[in-house]
């Protein structure tokens, strides 16, 4: 069935790294567009980037800019984040999410994942 | 960019309308029909229950309705159910590729 899987979540301290990992089935992952988006604790939904089908088009948040790199794998039909220099802040579930519904389209999410928690914390 | 503001709560009783308002600015609910909205149950992922400010995806059911106004969109749901009881958020583009969402608003069924 159409459905996305994340994994890769954890306990990581202050400053360490983590590779989250989203992968994707049931539709042609290629077509389409692939954000990362994250909850933390009891809060709101905060985007945090996107991808484009090809991986040539790629925007990020302030809050995460030039410490996370998302990637994609069309081959693997598979998503990644690499998060670098974690906070306390950036402890949050983090779901990877798309638009399925029509190409080119970042800013609709019509499937979720069920997304993975990072905890950052010594 | 700055969130979207979102009334904290609301709340009415089965079979009623309520309404959820989404604040933003100019430059990004004012200035593109690229509101969605989602509804989370607690613990799930969201679900897109509006696209472009009033569209609902198939399956949605047609209790749900979107609007804009200005700076301003808004969520209506009428004939509560029990079901309905969730967390709603809304979403915009904000141009410049970002995409901005609103802190929330929980809904309760009385």
């Known amino acids: 069935q159409v459905q996305l899987v994340e994994s890769g979540g954890g306990l990581v301290k202050p400053g360490g790294s983590l590779r989250l990992s989203c992968a994707a089935s049931g539709f042609t992952f290629s077509d389409y567009y692939m954000s990362w988006i994250r909850q933390a604790p009891g809060k709101g939904l905060e985007w945090v980037s996107y991808i484009s089908s090809s991986g040539s088009t790629i925007y990020y948040a302030d809050s995460v800019k030039g410490r996370f790199t998302i990637s994609r794998d069309n081959a693997k039909n598979s998503l990644y984040l690499q998060m670098n220099s974690l906070r306390a802040e950036d402890t949050a579930v983090y779901y990877c999410a798309s638009y399925i519904g029509g190409p080119d389209v970042h800013w609709y999410f019509d499937l979720w994942g069920r997304g993975t928690l990072v905890t950052v914390s010594s | 960019q700055s969130a979207l503001t979102q009334p904290a709560s609301v709340s009415g009783s089965p079979g009623q309308s309520i309404t959820i308002s989404c604040t933003g600015t100019s430059s990004d609910v004012g200035s593109y029909n690229l509101v969605s909205w989602y509804q989370q149950h607690p613990g799930k992922a969201p679900k897109l229950m509006i696209y472009?400010?009033?569209k609902r995806p198939s399956g949605v059911s047609n209790r749900f309705s979107g609007s804009k106004s200005g700076n301003t969109a808004s969520l209506t749901i009428s004939g509560l159910q029990a079901e309905d009881e969730a967390d709603y958020y809304c979403c915009s583009y904000a141009g410049s590729s970002w995409v901005v969402f609103g802190g929330g608003t929980k809904l309760t069924v009385l």
């Open positions: 472009e400010v009033s």
